[in-house]
């Protein structure tokens, strides 16, 4: 096995034991799920299955945190005020995920902090691990709103189709309750319509 291999393994453990320390319930399950669904999407779509893994169980980790106590983990671990006001808050859980992941876990592969980060809203450019987490969290066996289930049979759809077919229900919901949408899943659409067409 090498270095790089035994790393991510690691990765995917450490990330495991947090969750489970962390996280009880749906929201659990749900994070369980989640990787269970990205480890057979990232062997499907050629990714390293331990990264999505360890993205999966991460990415959720400060979904229970209040708001506020959100943005303040964000500045206690060095978000800088204007990157915290660049995300709505409804996602924020996501960038500061990714901070607990780097800073306290010491997980700094890019793949796995780009895929925790952006897991709600994807982001323009945005990595084949970062589309499978993305796709994972919609998809996975706990999930039943509408679209979910279709999509789990997902066929013969390329990542990006997949991924395109999720956000169009994301972005139909919040235009549907009149819902503010992130500019990152903005740029994420605009992105996807290039690579698809």
């Not at 990787?35 to 331990?50: I, N, P, V």
Request: charged share 30%; hydrophobic share 40%; net charge negative.
């Amino acid at each position: 096995m090498s270095k790089q291999a035994f790393e991510t393994k690691e990765y995917a453990k450490r990330a495991q034991e947090y969750a489970e320390e962390k996280l009880g319930g749906t929201l659990l399950e749900h994070v369980l799920g989640c990787a269970d669904t990205a480890e057979k999407l990232a062997r499907k779509f050629g990714c390293d299955e331990d990264k999505a893994a360890a993205a999966c169980y991460l990415h959720d980790v400060a979904k229970p945190m209040p708001h506020d106590s959100r943005v303040a983990r964000a500045r206690e671990l060095g978000m800088t005020p204007a990157k915290i006001q660049s995300y709505l808050p409804p996602v924020l859980h996501g960038p500061v995920a990714a901070l607990i992941a780097n800073k306290e876990l010491g997980i700094d592969d890019p793949e796995i902090l780009e895929a925790v980060e952006f897991h709600s809203t994807g982001r323009a450019g945005m990595g084949k691990l970062g589309k499978v987490i993305f796709v994972a969290d919609f998809i996975e066996f706990t999930r039943v709103f509408p679209g979910a289930a279709e999509l789990r049979s997902h066929g013969a759809l390329t990542l990006d189709e997949l991924a395109m077919a999720i956000l169009r229900r994301k972005l139909e919901h919040l235009l549907r309750e009149n819902r503010p949408i992130d500019r990152h899943a903005i740029e994420f659409w605009n992105d996807l319509t290039k690579k698809t067409q």
